[in-house]
């Protein structure tokens, strides 16, 4: 029984050993912890567009031409949309050969991939709709931007930090107490507090990135762009 209850007693201890780390990274003062968000949809002025030369034939030698045909007809298109070298980027041709019915000819299967950077969106009609009309051309991704991403951003930031602040005021005050000092602040969030004390924030947090879109005709669209900043808050309560 002694034995018994010797280990059951140091199995307590190693569980509580994580709890106890964490107590040690907290303010030794009572505080609150807070999080929130700031979103905003901003009209972008450049955008990208991926995808693929894809070609599949019984002769090597002919599929390889075919790419190197696109290729040539692309850079066309961009010359008379004004898009400079820099902008346009070729990924590495890659070679497969699909085995087909025994004793018929393998397939040779080549692809390409492409970048184009559009920094003057006025220019993107122009160099979408030509490519949409190239046959081989597949796999359509594209993404927008904003030069104004800082000062967006920085804007984002002050007004999470003051919806923060006041959720922060709100909650203190329902208990009759007074914010302190800032202990501690991130732009993402206190994940190892925000886990052990399972705080974790359900709030929407914003995102963007690139779009892939089925129907070709939508990547003539030009959409604006979803951004959000995030920050996590504890503060000292007086």
Not at 23 to 51: C, K, R
Not at 54 to 66: N, W
Not at 98 to 122: F, H, M, Q, S, T
Request: a positive charge; one cysteine or more; proline letters at 4%.
């Amino acid at each position: 029984m002694t034995r018994r209850l010797a280990l059951i007693a140091v199995i307590a201890t190693l569980a509580l050993a994580p709890l106890a780390a964490l107590a040690q990274g907290l303010p030794s003062y009572p505080f609150v912890h807070v999080n929130a968000s700031a979103v905003t949809e901003v009209i972008p002025d450049s955008g990208e567009v991926d995808f693929e030369i894809a070609v599949s034939d019984a002769d090597a030698a002919r599929a390889l031409a075919t790419v190197e045909e696109r290729l040539v007809e692309i850079r066309a298109i961009l010359a008379s949309a004004g898009i400079p070298d820099a902008d346009f980027d070729i990924r590495d041709v890659r070679r497969d050969i699909k085995k087909g019915e025994p004793g018929a000819a393998p397939i040779y299967d080549y692809r390409c991939g492409v970048k184009i950077v559009v920094r003057n969106l006025a220019n993107w009609r122009s160099v979408l709709e030509p490519l949409l009309a190239k046959p081989n051309l597949d796999s359509f991704i594209t993404a927008f931007d904003t030069t104004q991403r800082d000062k967006v951003e920085s804007e984002l930031m002050a007004t999470a930090v003051k919806k923060a602040t006041r959720k922060a005021e709100a909650l203190a005050g329902g208990f009759g107490r007074k914010l302190g000092a800032v202990t501690a602040l991130t732009s993402g969030e206190l994940k190892n507090l925000t886990r052990a004390l399972n705080l974790a924030s359900t709030e929407f947090r914003g995102s963007g990135g690139q779009q892939v879109r089925r129907d070709k005709t939508e990547l003539l669209m030009i959409t604006s762009i979803k951004m959000g900043q995030p920050v996590d808050v504890i503060f000292k309560l007086k």
